[in-house]
């Protein structure tokens, strides 16, 4: 799957892609990620790719035209992409589910803005769609860009270890992770509940399972709604709700 990420800073970038299941995949040949310097589509030597806003009001504006030159020039170079995507805090917010509908497509390209935002007609006649990762405010599209990454390409066969713990995840099932152990089985008087260390796996299985859903119903109530539950997690729901 290819990945073209259009930005000011791409060092920042290229350090993210160089470490850890990113770099393993893109070796692997699974991904193929490539990041563009946004000045090198400038119209000046300078590299300009700010101006004042139309309007008035304090800071700079992205200027339109080295978004519209680097996808252009992105198009004849790699291809045709399937999706352009605006990294903005304007945008619908990522979700495990947008992941994995990302994960299905062969070409994606993410702009990265700066200052206060973009030229609103890169919106309108560049992008095909406008992404944010949540609610609070981080200073250009660089971080949210490396997120779709790493969480698209999570998604892609082979690219983490373990299949069995992608399907896990938290929020393919809904469901928050259980608390985990390992060695010393006592850290200064906090010891690891017995039933861990007892043996009985069908005993762990379920206090597992207790725990995913004691810990969901505490903090993430909300996840509870849309969870798949089977006979046995409804059965501890039921159980939890009646007796907290
Ligand atoms: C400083 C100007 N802000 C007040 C009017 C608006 C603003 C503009 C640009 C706030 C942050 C940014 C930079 N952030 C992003 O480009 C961004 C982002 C984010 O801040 N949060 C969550 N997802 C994203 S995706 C891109």
């Known amino acids: 799957m290819k990945f073209d990420i259009v930005t000011i800073f791409p060092r920042m970038v290229d350090a993210f892609l160089a470490e850890g299941v990113v770099a393993r995949a893109a070796e692997r040949g699974i991904l193929d990620p490539a ?3 946004l000045r090198r589509f400038a119209a000046d030597r300078r590299g ?14 992205m200027k339109p035209e080295p978004f519209v030159r680097a996808v252009e020039q992105l198009r004849e170079q790699r291809g045709s992409p399937d999706a352009v995507v605006l990294m903005s805090p304007q945008g619908t917010a990522l979700t495990h589910a947008k992941a ?18 973009i030229d609103e007609r890169v919106r309108e006649q560049v992008a095909t769609e406008e ?8 200073s250009g599209g660089e971080l949210p860009a490396m997120v ?11 690219v983490v270890g373990d299949a069995e713990s992608v399907r896990r995840d938290s929020f393919v099932r809904n469901l928050l992770d259980w608390p985990h152990y390992t060695r010393p089985a006592d850290l200064d008087g906090a010891r690891v509940p017995d039933v861990l260390i007892s043996g009985n796996h ?36 039921r159980d939890l709700r009646g007796s907290d």
């Open 35 to 37: 990041v563009h310097d």
């Open 48 to 61: 300009t790719v700010d101006d004042v806003p139309y309007g008035g009001g304090p800071g700079m504006v």
């Open 100 to 117: 994995v509908q990302l994960s299905r497509l062969k070409h994606i390209v993410l702009l990265c803005g700066r200052y206060e935002g």
């Open 131 to 138: 992404l944010s990762i949540g609610d609070y405010v981080v």
């Open 148 to 158: 779709v990454v790493e969480a698209v390409a999570r998604q892609l066969p082979g």
């Open 202 to 237: 069908a005993e762990i299985r379920r206090w597992r399972k207790r725990s995913a859903v004691r810990r969901t119903l505490e903090r993430r109530p909300e996840l509870l709604e849309q969870s798949p539950l089977d006979e046995e997690e409804r059965e501890i729901l």
